[in-house]
Nanobody
């Protein structure tokens, strides 16, 4: 059974930085195109960054230039480095496959809360 464990969130001031981690177990992580999603209460879970199995990346317009997604296939881990954080980045962040290309793993992780506030 595939497990997704996100971590690294927290409270940060506007302009600050955080790095999130996503550890994937129970499957061959390296073959999947992966993505980070975020969700605020009452809204859909939006894709913010994606990375292919080969390391090519793609970003939502709202985070381009501020977020960097990377992966370490040897550690079955994906990262999201976030800089120049804004209040509108406040959300719960989740990882999963890139739903545009792969079936999502059915069991989402608990997510990690990112709160940007002064």
């Amino acid at each position: 059974q595939v497990q997704l464990v996100e971590s690294g969130g927290g409270l940060v001031q506007p302009g600050g930085s955080l790095t999130l981690s996503c550890v994937v177990s129970g499957t061959t992580f390296s073959i999947y195109n992966m993505a980070w999603y975020r969700q605020v209460p009452g809204k859909r879970r939006d894709l913010v960054a994606a990375i292919t199995s080969g390391g090519s990346t793609e970003y939502a317009t709202s985070v381009k230039g501020r977020f960097t997604v990377s992966r370490d296939n040897g550690k079955s881990t994906m990262y999201l480095q976030m800089i120049r954080l804004k209040s509108e980045d406040t959300a719960v962040y989740y990882c999963n496959t890139d739903r545009r290309m792969f079936t999502l793993f059915p069991n989402w992780g608990q997510g990690t809360q990112v709160t940007v506030s002064s």
